[in-house]
């Protein structure tokens, strides 16, 4: 009954999810009946102030999280009663993730760095060494292979994430602030990346930011305000509160 | 897969090595305690177990019982109740090996300038054989000699040195009280008895010459003790049973009265020292044990810090796909090598104090390929043991919580 109501083509689909975590204070929601398909290909953005719930959410598609109701299909396959195990195979093969803090190892090789999701693949090193290699050239930073992460500057990293978050060819790329700590000129730079990914390779990408420049790269916008969603659809024609203000 | 975790794991440690040397300082000190201890109370068992056999086995010991003379009563084997008639008879008992008849007393031995006060022990043959004493250089006294009361002298080693020092006895002529006796012969070395003694420090001769012309025993015939050696170590009480009524019969006690002979198994008595050996080396092996559960605590120690330390590190290997297995593996492993490198270094450090020990305190230290075998055993199974509950603490972790964490 429910495959019928899944689109196969929908890499996300979220219907009536609901979040709210247990604070001393009582429940408190942080996602109250969000509804949302991506279709592959789609370069999305999600928007919204501090707490309104976009990041919630990101980590709930990552299956880094789980809604407290509601449900929630990654291409096609429903999450909610998957074990620990089965989330941490999606997270491998369909989800690349890029977060705002980079989050290199630390004491590794950018190389090692880039092949760690393939190592947990199961692919044998000599072929991670090489895909990573590979992904490394894609970004730019072939040169830079045996470097560690604190030799290189934070959009060199940021680069090196998103390597890694192409290593096993996901479906789905998942970016939270990834221009957040970087400085504009540098942070268009990745954005450029993205959109190059999104249009080469059909690859879908969701983004959160809280920047509307950052947002004007994708094709679509999601605004969330105090955990609903209040604005979906095309970017250009979003109009955000303050600008309405002037009006 | 478990190649590559290994590899994490090395990786791992190789990248904070005061940690990982920390982390295996306490299983280095457990493991080095446990051989340098085992190699110790091995040492100590072998000596002892080298002092019994050099004893010879199977033995019993028969004394004469004390005399009496006028209420004053003299300690056991005053009496000259025990001749070399009974010792025949009791070589004659179907579970007895042999039987020796000794007659002993201290005399000066002397040699052209040297002189050394030394045990004189009257013999038979069959002492040879009892004691399982080999003759190093010239021949054993026979039979003929103790008929014919020969004025000849065997050497212990010590007594060779002491009176020949580099230059061969054989065929010299030494002076026992007074009178010349020919070296025919010098006995093997044998070292210290279990109780201390130096066997090596005596002098042989024909029984027959030390009860009459050496020590002029008070009948001709009587000895001052009978070595008695079993066929084996099962018959050792039923020949105690069959010399008792033996010499019983011989010397006509009526029932119930006290014998006046006293029989005592030599090697019970060194069985005893062997255990209380054991039990020692047993005792050295616990209290180092401990130590070595120590370092595995150490371990725990270690690796719960390091579990919060990297807790950001472990999710992001969650976040790309790291399943809870794959993260318990790679903290196991890592206790596992740590461990394992902490016990190889242990087994060298033990072995080397053990013959730091045995050089410069000059006892015997065995360390056998078991101790080493079972401390590298232990150590590992401690480092699996106490590395466990880390590294399930670090595999429960949410993977959103440890990427948040700071």
Redesign the interface.
Same mark, same amino acid.
């Given at each position: 009954m429910a495959a019928t109501d899944t689109p196969t083509h929908a890499v996300v689909r979220v219907q009536g999810v609901h979040k709210q975590y247990e604070t001393d204070a009582g429940p408190q929601p942080v996602l109250q009946d969000v509804s949302l398909s991506v279709t592959q290909g789609e370069f999305v953005a999600l928007m919204g102030p501090s707490g309104s719930g976009k990041t919630t959410l990101m980590?709930i598609l990552?299956c880094?999280?789980t809604p407290t109701a509601g449900r929630y299909w990654l291409d096609g396959q429903d999450t909610t009663a998957l074990d620990?195990?089965r989330l $941490?195979?999606l997270?491998?093969?369909f989800i690349g993730?890029v977060?705002q803090g980079f989050?290199?190892?630390?004491?590794?090789s950018l190389l090692d760095n880039v092949a760690?999701?393939l190592?947990?693949?199961?692919v044998g090193?000599a072929q991670r060494r090489a895909r990573a290699a590979q992904l490394l050239k894609r970004v730019g930073l072939e040169r830079y292979a045996d470097y560690m992460p604190n030799q290189i500057s934070g959009g060199q990293q940021q680069r090196v994430a998103i390597a890694?978050a192409l $290593?096993?060819t996901p479906k789905l790329l998942l970016a939270d602030e990834p221009t957040g700590n970087l400085d504009s000129h540098t942070g268009r730079d990745i954005m450029v990346l993205f959109g190059e990914l999104n249009r080469e390779a059909q690859l879908t990408v969701i983004l959160v930011t809280h920047e509307q420049d950052i947002a004007r790269f994708a094709n679509r916008l999601v605004n969330f305000i105090d955990g609903r969603i209040a604005y979906d659809g095309p970017t250009q024609e979003y109009v955000p509160h303050s600008e309405l203000a002037h009006t | 897969m478990i190649f590559s975790l290994l590899r994490e794991a090395l990786r791992a440690m190789a990248s904070n090595r005061m940690r990982t040397f920390l982390t295996m300082l306490g299983l280095v000190i457990g493991v080095g305690a446990v051989v340098l201890m085992l190699a110790i109370g091995q040492g100590a068992q072998t000596l002892v177990k080298q002092a019994i056999e050099s004893l010879g086995s199977n033995l019993f010991i028969v004394f004469p019982g004390s005399s009496s003379a006028g209420g004053v009563r003299s300690g056991s084997g005053g009496a000259s109740t025990l001749t070399v008639f009974d010792a025949q008879a009791i070589a004659e008992l179907p579970s007895v090996a042999g039987a020796a008849p000794l007659y002993s007393g201290s005399a000066q031995v002397v040699y052209a300038g040297a002189n050394w006060n030394t045990r004189i022990t009257g013999v038979t043959p069959s002492y040879f054989e009892v004691r399982g004493w080999r003759v190093e250089q010239g021949y054993a006294l026979a039979d003929g000699d103790v008929r014919a009361m020969a004025r000849i002298a065997m050497l212990g080693q010590t007594v060779v040195r002491q009176l020949f020092g580099d230059e061969s006895p054989v065929g010299k002529t030494i002076r026992i009280k007074n009178a010349p006796y020919t070296v025919v012969g010098t006995l093997a070395a044998k070292g210290q008895s279990y109780d201390g003694n130096d066997q090596d420090d005596t002098v042989l001769v024909p029984l027959t010459t030390a009860q009459r012309k050496l020590f002029g025993a008070s009948f001709p015939d009587s000895v001052r003790y009978i070595l008695v050696q079993t066929h084996s170590d099962a018959v050792m009480e039923s020949a105690e049973r069959s010399m008792t009524a033996l010499l019983r019969e011989r010397h006509r006690l009526p029932p119930g009265t006290e014998p006046d002979f006293m029989i005592r198994n030599l090697s019970a008595a060194a069985d005893v020292q062997a255990q209380t050996t054991e039990v020692m080396s047993i005792m050295l092996g616990a209290v180092a044990s401990i130590s070595l559960v120590v370092g595995g605590i150490g371990i725990m120690n270690i690796m719960l810090v390091s579990v919060t330390e990297r807790t950001r590190e472990i999710g992001i290997r969650m976040a790309v796909g790291a399943r809870r297995t794959d993260v318990l593996l790679q903290f196991l492993l890592e206790a596992l090598v740590v461990s394992v490198l902490g016990c190889l270094i242990g087994v060298v450090l033990g072995v080397g104090c053990a013959y730091l020990v045995a050089q410069t305190a000059g006892t015997v230290v065995v360390v056998t390929l078991t101790s080493v075998l079972l401390a590298f055993l232990v150590a590992a199974a401690v480092g699996v043991f106490f590395g466990f509950y880390p590294a399930r603490k670090a595999s429960l972790l949410k993977p959103i919580e440890a990427l948040r964490y700071q």
């Amino acid at each position: 009954m429910a495959a019928t109501d899944t689109p196969t083509h929908a890499v996300v689909r979220v219907q009536g999810v609901h979040k709210q975590y247990e604070t001393d204070a009582g429940p408190q929601p942080v996602l109250q009946d969000v509804s949302l398909s991506v279709t592959q290909g789609e370069f999305v953005a999600l928007m919204g102030p501090s707490g309104s719930g976009k990041t919630t959410l990101m980590n709930i598609l990552g299956c880094l999280d789980t809604p407290t109701a509601g449900r929630y299909w990654l291409d096609g396959q429903d999450t909610t009663a998957l074990d620990s195990d089965r989330l $941490a195979r999606l997270r491998n093969r369909f989800i690349g993730f890029v977060f705002q803090g980079f989050n290199l190892l630390a004491r590794v090789s950018l190389l090692d760095n880039v092949a760690l999701p393939l190592l947990y693949a199961g692919v044998g090193r000599a072929q991670r060494r090489a895909r990573a290699a590979q992904l490394l050239k894609r970004v730019g930073l072939e040169r830079y292979a045996d470097y560690m992460p604190n030799q290189i500057s934070g959009g060199q990293q940021q680069r090196v994430a998103i390597a890694r978050a192409l $290593a096993n060819t996901p479906k789905l790329l998942l970016a939270d602030e990834p221009t957040g700590n970087l400085d504009s000129h540098t942070g268009r730079d990745i954005m450029v990346l993205f959109g190059e990914l999104n249009r080469e390779a059909q690859l879908t990408v969701i983004l959160v930011t809280h920047e509307q420049d950052i947002a004007r790269f994708a094709n679509r916008l999601v605004n969330f305000i105090d955990g609903r969603i209040a604005y979906d659809g095309p970017t250009q024609e979003y109009v955000p509160h303050s600008e309405l203000a002037h009006t | 897969m478990i190649f590559s975790l290994l590899r994490e794991a090395l990786r791992a440690m190789a990248s904070n090595r005061m940690r990982t040397f920390l982390t295996m300082l306490g299983l280095v000190i457990g493991v080095g305690a446990v051989v340098l201890m085992l190699a110790i109370g091995q040492g100590a068992q072998t000596l002892v177990k080298q002092a019994i056999e050099s004893l010879g086995s199977n033995l019993f010991i028969v004394f004469p019982g004390s005399s009496s003379a006028g209420g004053v009563r003299s300690g056991s084997g005053g009496a000259s109740t025990l001749t070399v008639f009974d010792a025949q008879a009791i070589a004659e008992l179907p579970s007895v090996a042999g039987a020796a008849p000794l007659y002993s007393g201290s005399a000066q031995v002397v040699y052209a300038g040297a002189n050394w006060n030394t045990r004189i022990t009257g013999v038979t043959p069959s002492y040879f054989e009892v004691r399982g004493w080999r003759v190093e250089q010239g021949y054993a006294l026979a039979d003929g000699d103790v008929r014919a009361m020969a004025r000849i002298a065997m050497l212990g080693q010590t007594v060779v040195r002491q009176l020949f020092g580099d230059e061969s006895p054989v065929g010299k002529t030494i002076r026992i009280k007074n009178a010349p006796y020919t070296v025919v012969g010098t006995l093997a070395a044998k070292g210290q008895s279990y109780d201390g003694n130096d066997q090596d420090d005596t002098v042989l001769v024909p029984l027959t010459t030390a009860q009459r012309k050496l020590f002029g025993a008070s009948f001709p015939d009587s000895v001052r003790y009978i070595l008695v050696q079993t066929h084996s170590d099962a018959v050792m009480e039923s020949a105690e049973r069959s010399m008792t009524a033996l010499l019983r019969e011989r010397h006509r006690l009526p029932p119930g009265t006290e014998p006046d002979f006293m029989i005592r198994n030599l090697s019970a008595a060194a069985d005893v020292q062997a255990q209380t050996t054991e039990v020692m080396s047993i005792m050295l092996g616990a209290v180092a044990s401990i130590s070595l559960v120590v370092g595995g605590i150490g371990i725990m120690n270690i690796m719960l810090v390091s579990v919060t330390e990297r807790t950001r590190e472990i999710g992001i290997r969650m976040a790309v796909g790291a399943r809870r297995t794959d993260v318990l593996l790679q903290f196991l492993l890592e206790a596992l090598v740590v461990s394992v490198l902490g016990c190889l270094i242990g087994v060298v450090l033990g072995v080397g104090c053990a013959y730091l020990v045995a050089q410069t305190a000059g006892t015997v230290v065995v360390v056998t390929l078991t101790s080493v075998l079972l401390a590298f055993l232990v150590a590992a199974a401690v480092g699996v043991f106490f590395g466990f509950y880390p590294a399930r603490k670090a595999s429960l972790l949410k993977p959103i919580e440890a990427l948040r964490y700071q």
